[in-house]
Nanobody
Framework: QVQPVESGGGQVQAGGSLRLSCAVS????????VAWYRQTPGEQRDLVAT?????TNYAESAKGRFTISRDNANTVSLQMNSLKPEDTAVYYC?????????WGKGTLVTVSS
């Protein structure tokens, strides 16, 4: 089993930047896909970005502003630039490991106007 732990959330002004990290504890061997999701109260949890091997994909709302990358063998980051108030949400890391999905507890991002 693996356990993702998110960090890096906080409060920023519109136009600012944050860098979120997903640290994966346990046996990280065999992880093929890491994804960032976000969720606001009363809304569904939406996919923001994924990294699968060398390939990355982004939601339309994140494209051009967010970048997902591997920092090391156990950490995946989400660099968020030009933040907007509508980016305010709890951001979750999801790890696919041998066909099983593992979720972190989330980190809160608040963007103020």
């Amino acid at each position: 089993q693996v356990q993702p732990v998110e960090s890096g959330g906080g409060q920023v002004q519109a136009g600012g930047s944050l860098r979120l990290s997903c640290a994966v504890s346990g046996n990280s061997n065999g992880i093929s896909t890491v994804a960032w999701y976000r969720q606001t109260p009363g809304e569904q949890r939406d996919l923001v970005a994924t990294i699968m091997g060398e390939s990355t994909n982004y939601a339309e709302s994140a494209k051009g502003r967010f970048t997902i990358s591997r920092d090391n063998a156990n950490t995946v980051s989400l660099q968020m630039n030009s933040l907007k108030p509508e980016d305010t949400a709890v951001y979750y890391c999801n790890v696919l490991w041998f066909g099983m999905h593992y979720w972190g507890k989330g980190t809160l991002v608040t963007v103020s106007s």
